[in-house]
């Protein structure tokens, strides 16, 4: 049992829930009934739910699980994977999980993702791109894409490779085996196992910790180990945060505050450190 009472944030969504709590905000894949795979839906109420944890101030740590003990998610909906991507009710051909895994990768606040059962295919890419994996002891963890027509080159080849390394990368996604939760622990793949029945209070117990420290900090840290791997986009980043403080510094006000009373600024009074 947890201590923690969950308010439902009702956005008419069918295919996740999404609440929130104590400053966490959590996002559930609601789909059991195919292991919580992903339709283009699916993926259009993630990015809806992120987008309002990433904009809430009173937010501080995001959870992304799926529902039921069985799957935390197994990819892209294999029934609905048309030419050229998955598609919705509109008739587009859509690989709008890309988009999900950029938002969560930029959200300026740490994503747990928290699993039990298989973390497989595009699931398991969306595990990857969370900042911190707490498993359950039920959890299993692959690639599928070779065996199914399908494969990520962005994050989940590269950024899969700067965790568990080039050779394992390669054994994961060329052979496409499944790993258990001791696996993925031995290999960096995960942060912590615990028992299933201990999963969201040790989740909850991470976020708590995290909500103690500095939110500032943790934004910075995040958007800097990002633009290590992330070339010009990470630096763009890591630079918008950057600038978000300044604007909060007294000497980024003046300049605005010159413009706007139409005098030179003055930035004499602003010390310059080593
Ligand atoms: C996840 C499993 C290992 C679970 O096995 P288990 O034996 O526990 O359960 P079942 O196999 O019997 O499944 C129960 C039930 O769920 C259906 N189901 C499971 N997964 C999916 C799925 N992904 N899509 C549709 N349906 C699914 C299954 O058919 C059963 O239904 P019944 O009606 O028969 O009861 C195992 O299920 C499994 O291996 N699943 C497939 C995993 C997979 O291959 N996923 C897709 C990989 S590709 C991908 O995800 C992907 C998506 C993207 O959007 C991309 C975008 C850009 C680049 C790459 C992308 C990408 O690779």
Redesign the pocket.
Known sequence: MTDITWTLCDHGYTDIVYDKAEGIARVTINRP???N??RPLTVQEMLHAFTDARDDAEIGVVILRGAGD??FC??????VRGEG??VGDDGVPR?N??DLQRLIRTLPKPVIASVAG?A????H?LHLICDLTIAADNA?FGQ??P??G???G?Y?ASYMARIVGQKKAREIWFLCR?YDATQALEMGLVNTVVPLAELEAETVKWAREMLANSPTALRFLKAALNADCDGQAGLQELAGSATLLFYLSEEGKEGKQAFLEKRPPDFKKFKRFP
């Open positions: 009934e195919v292991r795979a992903f069985l799957a197994s990819g892209g909906d294999q029934r991507g998955y690989l999980v890309l298989y497989i295919g595009g699931g890419v299993r599928t894409g065996k199914v399908s494969f990520d962005g989940g499944q």
